[in-house]
């Protein structure tokens, strides 16, 4: 069973940073990408950053040049360093991982429980 924890969520006035880190845990899975989405409230959740196994990135406009996302393949975890935020930024983030089953090399979604990240004016 894979199990996402996630933290490094919290209150932080405009213009601050905060990082967020996903760990993956379990065993008999490839990682094929990590990524972060946010839902504000009376939202749709949204992507916010997405890496995958080859290294490609993306983030959406919003965040572009003010967010960082990484990886650790050896421990199966990924990094949201988020700068410069902004009050907009405020939401509850969640990780999220595609991965393959070696039991039975199907594709699967997992998603972290969510970190509230909120910015003040």
């Known amino acids: 069973q894979v199990q996402l924890a996630e933290s490094g969520g919290g209150l932080v006035q405009a213009g601050g940073s905060l990082r967020l880190s996903c760990a993956a845990s379990g065993s008999g899975f490839s990682i094929n990408a990590m990524g972060w989405y946010r839902q504000a409230p009376g939202k749709q959740r949204e992507l916010v950053a997405r890496i995958d196994r080859g290294g490609s990135i993306y983030y959406d406009g919003s965040v572009k040049g003010r967010f960082t996302i990484s990886r650790d393949d050896a421990k199966n975890t990924v990094y949201l360093q988020m700068n410069s935020l902004k009050p907009e930024d405020t939401a509850v983030y969640y990780c999220?991982?595609?991965?393959?089953?070696?039991?039975?090399?199907?594709?699967?979604?997992?998603w972290g429980q969510g970190t509230q990240v909120t910015v003040s004016s």
């Open positions: 999220n991982t595609a991965l393959t089953n070696y039991s039975d090399y199907l594709l699967r979604e997992y």
